[in-house]
């Protein structure tokens, strides 16, 4: 794995400067945050620079103002969230460089904590703008990046500042790229992938990445009914991209040359609509889906043989559901995978690895993301990991 910095490499801090990159988009109702998870993962970053006497200086962006000030995009809505978690007073500072900035950290004590205006008010933020980068460093002494989450872009927060000022990953981003390096950089083998979801073209550089990494991949969800149409399978009604059967049939043969074995549902639960415990429900096999009928979940036979093939790894990378989970009985497959990996994980037996919005959500619904080895929040992030790219916000990080 390649070397970067972490907060091990700092010593005392008292009276330095932290510029510390973090994320803070946090979702929010009635102007209330409804979801503090980004803030309870940096916190333990926060509170370290503190303790070693460093004035911490927040960074983040929040929403999307393209490079103007949108009163109802200030990072300041969520200042009461990150109070709580950090059980700490923050300061709250309306810009994010130049003589404000600088009053502030005068102000400021070894160990205090102030946040910095949404960094997206400045049109060079997301243009990684050096001028923009430079007047951000001119009040800083060290950069601290701790928003794996925002690491896929390349903004002068989250690439342009780690030139500048020594660069560190916080706790939240090294406890990441450990995670990622064990899963798919130098994982133990056999390594099995698990990819769900609607659609094959939104995964498309996933797909054939994996197949030329991992030992064992599960498809599910949506885009398995296009596998199953390049390999001559009626899907009924099913959600299906017809026209991307070649591509999957392409995929199909790449896997077979670097010796990775696809495993498709042979056994799914169909219905004739999506509803709860529809009369229509049926569970048969994929050759028997009539034409008025959707393919909806991994049938019983289909999920327990999957489960027999992670008792067979050692490592499990995971994105996205199985079936159409938000609706019961169509999370059983999700569900029962999901158990059999964290209990294989909890006995030592796996390390597993997931990333993704429906993925947290489906794993949390099934009582297992607690077990996992590591979840990661980080949406198009762990995305574009999966696909193989480079991140420019962790590769500025590498000493």
Not at 312 to 322: A, E, H, I, Q, S
């Amino acid at each position: 794995m390649a070397t970067f910095k972490t907060l091990d490499d700092l010593g005392d801090l008292t009276g330095k400067v932290a510029l510390v990159r973090v994320d803070l988009n946090l979702p929010m109702q009635d102007a209330q945050v409804t979801d503090d998870t980004r803030v309870r993962a940096s916190a333990p970053t926060i509170l370290e620079l503190a303790a070693k006497g460093a004035k911490v200086l927040l960074l983040a962006h929040f929403g999307r103002p393209k490079g103007e000030r949108v009163s109802t995009m200030s990072v300041s809505m969520t200042l009461d969230a990150v109070q709580a978690v950090l059980g700490k007073e923050v300061m709250f500072v309306p810009e994010i460089a130049g003589d404000v900035v600088k009053q502030a950290v005068g102000i400021l004590q070894p160990g205090d904590i102030a946040m910095l205006e949404n960094t997206r008010f400045w049109k060079g933020e997301e243009q990684n703008d050096p001028e923009l980068a430079k007047a951000i460093a001119a009040n800083g002494d060290l950069y601290v990046n701790d928003a794996f989450s925002a690491a896929h872009r390349a903004h002068a927060s989250t690439e342009g500042l780690a030139h500048l000022l020594p660069a560190y990953a916080g706790r939240s981003m090294e406890a990441e790229l450990k995670a990622l390096d064990a899963a798919l950089g130098t994982p133990e083998r056999p390594v099995c992938a698990v990819v769900g979801g609607a659609k094959v073209s939104s995964k498309l550089d996933v797909l054939n990445h994996l197949v030329t990494q991992v030992d064992h991949l599960i498809i599910g969800g949506g885009m398995a009914n296009t596998f199953l149409a390049a390999r001559g399978v009626n899907v009924g009604k099913s959600l299906c991209e017809h026209d991307l059967t070649g591509t999957a049939e392409k995929i199909l043969e790449i896997a077979d040359g670097a010796g990775c074995t696809v495993h498709l549902p042979y056994d799914v639960v169909v219905a004739q609509e999506f509803a709860a415990n529809p009369a229509s429900l049926r569970t048969c096999n994929v050759h028997e889906v009539a034409e008025n009928e959707m393919i909806l979940d991994v049938g019983p036979q289909a999920a327990e043989a999957l489960a027999d093939v992670l008792k067979t790894c050692r490592t499990l990378v995971w994105n996205g559901p199985l079936g159409a989970f938000e609706l019961a009985p169509f999370d059983a497959a999700t569900v029962a995978l999901a158990r059999s990996a964290a209990a294989l994980t909890k006995e030592g037996a796996l390390i597993s690895v997931a990333g993704g919005g429906d993925t947290v959500a489906a794993l949390n619904h099934a009582g297992a993301a607690d077990d996992f080895t590591y979840i990661s929040t980080a949406g198009g992030a762990f995305l574009e990991w999966m696909e193989g790219k480079e991140l420019p916000g962790v590769v500025a990080l590498l000493g």
